[in-house]
């Protein structure tokens, strides 16, 4: 075989640009889809059954809140990468209110199996179920970029804020590995847009759409989270929580800085005192959005393994 040979076909989509999609899962026809979805959802339940052993349910039960309230922005927050997603992809392939299951479990995977395999399942559902011209790997492997480079974009407007707060708490970071950590965000911020026509495979008004998308997801989901902490502790303002929610952002996304969470914890006692409150409040979220991906997890699972069997 030549090397002209081994290399993956060409693929025009709509606006000319040139993409690539994996050889290999061409070639290989439509049967990897067939079982990689089962595969998934025994992954999924394996994960669920060895971790839920060990949850302490009663614990939980003990911590949560009686309020609707809390319940309806929980949900929504759970649910607005998922629904954020079913947006981007309906309009870009019109995909049935269905997919929003495919969604979720593309969540699921990403969360309690290994970062990015959610992008894989996702992608072999979309070709045994979407029909569309050509493949839909350009679309799933730009949807990714850009989630990443608008929460980085974000982030960095968000540090412009929160930096001067940071720094006065001292924190276990040095100049030097936060100035590595800037650089890395400002280059994977900045590097897709500027070699964008060679590294997208959408049509730039395609392309701002998604990325329109994902800011509006990760604009809400700060704002979502400095509710459920105001909800849960409705003594500290909700501009305090806003603040941590930022901060909380911030941390996340900065490379190379260890012990973001004991960070994040020392951030939320320095601005809002309330030592064990504040402890009680994290723990509350950080078990409940654990307990909820292993009940979801468990329903697709289960579902995704009956629908594979009546189709047997």
């Not at 025994?42 to 319940?71: E, K, S």
């Not at 179920?129 to 480079?149: C, E, Q, R, T, W």
């Not at 930022?246 to 005192?273: E, Q």
Request: with cysteine; charged share 15%; proline share 5%.
């Amino acid at each position: 075989m030549s090397h002209a040979d081994a290399l993956p076909p060409l693929i025009g989509p709509p606006g000319g640009a040139v993409t690539l999609d994996p050889t290999p899962l061409l070639r290989s026809g439509r049967n990897w889809t067939a079982w990689f979805g089962p595969l998934i959802s025994l992954a999924i339940l394996a994960v669920v059954f060895i971790q839920i052993g060990a949850f302490d349910f009663d614990r939980l039960i003990a911590m949560l809140p009686r309020t609707l309230l809390f319940w309806f922005v929980f949900a929504v927050t759970y649910s607005l990468t998922p629904l954020c997603d079913w947006i981007i992809f309906n309009r870009l392939w019109a995909i049935p209110t269905g997919g929003l299951s495919a969604l979720f479990r593309k969540r699921i995977s990403n969360e309690l199996l290994l970062g990015y395999v959610g992008d894989v399942y996702f992608y072999a559902w979309a070709r045994r179920n979407v029909k569309m011209a050509g493949s839909p790997f350009g679309a799933v492997k730009d949807s990714a970029i850009l989630s990443g480079v608008m929460g980085n974009v974000v982030t960095l407007v968000m540090l412009l804020f929160t930096l001067p707060l940071l720094s006065s708490l001292r924190l276990a970071v040095d100049g030097r590995t936060l100035a590595i950590s800037l650089t890395i965000l400002v280059v994977t911020s900045f590097g897709p847009i500027i070699f964008g026509r060679k590294i997208f495979s959408l049509p730039k008004a395609q392309r701002r759409m998604v990325a329109g998308v994902h800011l509006a997801r990760i604009v809400a989901n700060v704002l979502l989270y400095a509710a459920l902490w105001h909800l849960l502790l409705p003594e500290v303002a909700i501009s305090w929580w806003f603040m941590l929610s930022t901060v909380r952002l911030v941390l996340s996304r900065l490379p190379l800085v260890p012990n973001k969470d004991v960070l994040f914890a020392g951030v939320a006692v320095f601005l809002v005192g309330r030592e064990l409150e504040i402890a009680q409040v994290l723990a509350v979220i950080a078990t409940l959005l654990l307990a909820t991906h292993l009940l979801v997890g468990l329903l697709l699972g289960l579902s995704g393994l009956a629908k594979q069997r009546r189709t047997i």
